[in-house]
């Protein structure tokens, strides 16, 4: 199968003969509507009805108890890892194979990511190769919690990731995690519309976490969002992202240091009219995942899908070349031909300021980086 046919094909899908993004946002309820309704109220901050309304919208449709909206995923997880005690100088288990935005927010805190290897048919966080290291490398002392045998560091939280939409085995990961004391945070910033077994993704942790950047599968050009069965951890959460301060008529007392990462009311009108449309964009996006899926079959290129027992959003589409000359030589010529695909990215654990960062060898994480592209999936119109 030649590069151009693969090209022309994509070309065919979207029925464009121009420039084809890989992940555009698709605006087509009452986004404008409930802009204007929110610009004419002058409510356009972070105190409105349209945060309130999101809110609990999204708690409803992921089947958490609780929501709260604050301003991107990167902050969301700053703060999920905040509220469950997550400590200057702990660690905290994650994966290499990440937005850069998971060690991010784990380094805000003053913590350090230790990196887990993932399976290659999920591109999550593999359960196997987290009970090996813990295994290895970790105990459990005489306070309940564990710690890190060869740096001495109390393991905190682990944050594994749902890559791409595609829903990792969590609930393995969550035993784990349970059986060692250790708190579990879903990153599930891509994984909006997926479930594992039944369950939508960020409810098998103590929090989960979301994104609605400019690229994900609704969007309000930023914003970000946690959900939660605790109403202890939900009050917290909500009053550490805005600013601390204490309820009052008209007295600005604030009783510990806090952050301004409420989600304002013009970006909540946008994504309680996305999320309005989510179903259908769920609907668009796993038909074109079925299209891959059938054109590379019995082919030498791999598309990436759902695994048992899992319903991915397929938030972007993946698929693995035979290795990395092929995975340069992909890229090269569809960008060049008009169509956007992307590697994956740089492994954590070799950007400089993580490079000293402990893992386990990274085996299948390195395997995938060679080989992996993401090609375009919009929802289609």
């Excluded at 999204?58 to 108890?65: L, R, S």
Aim: hydrophobic content about 40%; proline content about 3%; some cysteine.
């Amino acid at each position: 199968m030649s590069i151009e046919s693969i090209i022309s094909f994509i070309r065919h899908t979207f029925n464009s003969s121009g420039f084809i993004q890989l992940h555009t946002p698709h605006f087509g309820g009452n986004e404008k509507k409930y802009l204007e309704e929110t610009i004419d109220s002058t409510y356009v901050s972070s105190v409105g009805p349209f945060v309130d309304k999101f809110e609990k919208e999204f708690a409803k449709y992921t089947g958490a108890n609780y929501a709260v909206a604050c301003v991107n995923g990167t902050n969301a997880l700053q703060i999920a890892l905040l509220v469950n005690e997550v400590a200057y100088n702990d660690e905290v288990l994650s994966q290499a194979l990440t937005f850069i935005a998971t060690a991010n927010a784990i380094s805000y805190i003053g913590a350090t990511p230790v990196f887990i290897d993932v399976d290659k048919d999920t591109l999550g966080m593999s359960p196997k190769a987290l009970l090996a290291f813990l295994t290895e490398n970790a105990q459990k002392r005489g306070d309940g919690f564990t710690y890190n045998r060869v740096t001495g560091k109390k393991i905190s939280a682990c944050v594994p990731m749902h890559t791409f939409g595609l829903p990792l085995r969590i609930d393995e990961i969550a035993a784990i995690c349970k059986e060692w004391n250790i708190v579990l945070i879903e990153d599930a910033a891509e994984s909006l519309g997926s479930y594992y077994k039944g369950s939508h993704t960020g409810n098998f942790g103590a929090i989960g976490t979301f994104s609605f950047n400019g690229n994900k599968i609704i969007t309000s050009g930023g914003g970000g969002a946690l959900i939660t069965n605790d109403e202890k951890l939900a009050k917290r959460i909500k009053h550490l992202t805005t600013q601390a301060k204490l309820p009052h008529p008209w007295r600005f007392t604030h009783d510990e240091i806090g952050y301004n990462f409420r989600l304002p009311n013009l970006n909540a009108a946008l994504l309680c009219a996305q999320l309005e449309q989510l179903n259908g964009f769920l609907e668009n996006k796993r038909e074109l995942a079925k299209i891959y899926e059938n054109y590379f079959r019995n082919t030498d290129i791999q598309f990436i899908k759902e695994i048992e027992n899992a319903k991915a959003n397929y938030w972007l589409n993946v698929i693995l070349l035979n290795n990395e000359q092929a995975r340069d030589e992909f890229l090269n010529q569809t960008n060049e031909g008009g169509v956007m695909t992307r590697p994956a990215w740089d492994l954590m654990n070799t950007l400089p300021m993580f490079a000293n960062c402990q893992h386990d060898g990274l085996e299948n994480s390195q395997w995938i980086a060679e080989r992996l592209v993401n090609i375009p999936s919009s929802v289609r119109k």
